[in-house]
């Protein structure tokens, strides 16, 4: 206790030094703070966006579909296997998907097109696009001979509500594919790959057209949460341990850019983070060494008074001990109060948008106020204190107390 | 009177070497943090510069003329006449290095297994060249020989999807003039690939003569794509032009590519920042062993004013203290900075992350860039910056009161 009061008040010996110090670390806190909740905040979005808006956190797949998407490459009984995974799991976001590829004509235009074909009443629950239709309708459980199109496709091949597509394709059995549909509904999602080339029909509708009998290409399983998704996933492992031919993805393995493009991120932001952390180390380190030297003589009276050199190290430590804290509650506290400023109004600079389309991310970005963001920053800037406080501390080990006191 | 200033360097630069481990420590900072300033904009530069390159390459060109409905609408309609002799001759100037016409409509193409949709991009392979990558990314067969070479070419990623190879012919379904639906066997004599994987299964390209006449479009074109010396600085290019097609959009690749476009700027924005914070926190340390510097000798700056030095003198004596720390952390962060990049100038491959990279529309090979402005501007902030916050304690060094300063110790 003695040790800690002893600490305290050699801090405020030199009150300015104490206090520039505190102010490296208070600034290099707070910018920590500050661009790691921004960076977890923008992950979530960015991950959650992802998998919400198309590829689900699951997908059951034929083995081999994910490397070559190839029409033959799908399953038999696809709806059966969806509703027992549904009941298996207890969970309704549980939907089928089957993918092909037509040439699709209006009365002017012709663009080639990706076709999905899905179940109406259920896609809602593993996708945002349903509910992102900005004209007309979403497909309706009836399996007519219906689809709804992306924004950007739309304009290009000149269709509206009620306007009749041609499409042409190869089925599985390598037939020819054809059919007639009526647009039901225009859908804007924001990703522009979605918008220019997707077209969704009823499962069912497309089966019959692609003489795909009862089989799909995927099961898309939708959880509330990662963190829900990992219980989800061994259940299902589970469910399907007796069909070799399936295989259960993760949202890694179906974005494999998106978990990549993280870390790219994360660790250049990492090289940046060091670099604060290891000049607010120096910074320490100077402080303390010149706070140790000048106290020389001092320490040679404590020392000859029958201190033992470890216990004056300990003061030593507990000083930068107790001004790395006080940098780490100030660092936190001015951090968080500038992360839940913008968590409220949103942060963003100019040109975010262009690449927050990129990586389907809105203009605007809610830097995260949690436990993780606000104390990982300042805690490895209070360990760098420490570090850097114990070259300094050992220095007394070896001083040698008649010497010391005749230091001037 | 002599000037003083040597004297004054000579004093402040024994001052400085009073205390070398105090010293040593701030130089280490103030390296550390110059080379970091240097190092981090000199990869974020060469991913930039790559990104622009890199789509500047993709067909993008610096500057491309359209018919005013076809960025909206990329089809055969929006189709343009060749250009007359008024545009040739703009086009001809020395300010632009090359310039080429091409074909760019939407199309299916199916081998016998597997369809997807492409761009079908018709070309005059000899003009193209000096524009796009394709010339230089042909690693099966050959590029098309000319305008009116039978035969396409196709990216490798392209052709394993649609499970065929060279020499095998694929079927182009596309629209014509007239919008009717035609289609038509090419064989495959060439494949490429790219940095890309987006670019290997984005186009399809045959010679343009061919296209105009499977397409049935006469001598017309989509676009006219041209690259000038500099992408930097196109406005006035942009204005003459335009002069000369009045009725056609004449615009710029960062408008045909904002998310391209918008990173040059967040990028200059980015470096600026990332230098000045790495300053502020430098300059907490700067400030801190300058002041203790300047309290620890209180007492011998007192003496020298009371013998009569004056204190701008004083004050001089810190700054130039100041200036010696900061010009020798400069140089030793320079060099550390110089050592670090030229190990690495041939390039760091990243491909360990190259599909989040691909996302960002980056390769997965980034070479770092170097640029003169780049490291003047943090050598002058370091200097300058630093010469203003040394002025604190240079100022509190000056203000002391002599007797004060001598009697109290």
Known sequence: MILLRLAWRNLWRSPRRTLLTLGAMVFCNTILVFMIGLQLGMYDLMINNTLRAFSGNLQIQATGYNEKPQMRRSFADATQLAQRVRDHINLDSVSARATGFALASSQTRSYGVQVLGVQPATEALVSTLPGLIKQGSYLSPDDAQTAVVGSVFARNIKVDIGDELTLVGSGKDGSIAATVVTVVGIFDSGISELDRNLLQMPLTVFQDVFSLGNDAHKIVISAANLDAAVKVESEISALIADHPDLTLLDWQTLNPGLQEAIQADFSSAWFMYGVLIVLVGFSVLNTVLMSVLERTREFGIVLALGLTPGRVGWVVMLESLLMGLAGFSIGAATGAALNMYFAINGFSYSGMQEMGARFNLPAEFYPEVSLIALTLGPGAILIATLLAAIYPALRIRGLQPVEAMRAV | ?409
């Open chain 2, 1 to 409: 009177m002599q000037t003083p200033f040597l004297m004054l360097s000579t004093i402040a630069w024994r001052n400085l070497w009073r205390n070398y481990r105090r010293t040593l420590i701030m130089l280490l900072a103030i390296s550390v943090g110059v080379w970091a300033m240097i190092w981090m904009t000199a990869l974020m530069r060469g991913m930039v510069d790559q990104m622009i390159k890199g789509s500047i390459n993709n067909l993008l060109g610096h500057i491309q003329i359209h018919a005013p409905a076809y960025r909206d609408d990329p089809s055969i309609v929006n189709s343009i006449e060749p250009p007359g002799p008024e545009l040739t001759d703009s086009l001809n100037r020395p300010l632009i290095k090359a310039w080429t016409s091409r074909i760019r409509v939407p199309a299916v193409i199916s081998s016998e297994r597997e369809s997807r949709g492409v761009t079908l991009v018709g070309i005059d392979p000899a003009a193209e060249a000096a524009l796009s990558f394709l010339s230089e990314s042909i690693t099966q067969g050959s590029n098309l020989a000319s305008a009116d070479a039978p035969g396409v070419v196709i990216g490798r990623k392209l052709a394993e999807r649609l499970e065929t190879r060279l020499g095998k012919r694929i079927v182009l379904v596309s629209q014509d003039s007239d919008n009717t639906v035609v289609d038509r066997g090419f064989r495959i004599t060439g494949i490429f690939e790219a940095e890309l994987q987006t670019t290997e299964l984005a186009y399809a390209f045959v010679g343009r003569d061919r296209a105009q006449e499977f397409l049935n479009m006469a001598d017309q074109v989509s676009e006219i794509s041209l690259i000038s010396d500099d992408y930097r600085n196109l406005t006035h290019l942009l204005e003459n032009i335009q002069a000369t097609a009045p009725d056609l959009e004449v615009i710029s690749w960062d408008q045909v590519d904002p998310y391209t476009g918008s990173m040059l700027a967040v990028m200059d924005g980015f470096i600026l920042v990332w230098i000045i914070v790495v300053f502020l926190a430098l300059s907490f340390g700067l400030v801190n062993t300058l002041a203790m510097a300047v309290f620890e000798r209180k007492r011998e700056l007192g003496l020298l004013q009371a013998l009569g030095m004056q204190p701008g003198y004083i004050l001089l004596q810190v700054l130039i203290e100041s200036v010696i720390l900061l010009l020798l952390g400069l140089l030793a962060g320079n060099l550390l900075a110089w050592l670090s990049i030229v190990p690495i100038q041939d390039g760091i491959d990243l491909s360990a992350i190259g599909e989040g990279l691909e996302l960002a529309g980056m390769s997965s090979i980034l070479y770092p860039v170097v640029e003169f402005s780049d490291i003047a501007r943090a050598n002058l902030v370091v200097i300058v910056l630093g010469i203003l916050a040394s002025l604190l304690p240079a100022l509190r060094a000056a203000r002391h009161v002599p007797v004060d300063a001598i009697t109290r110790p």
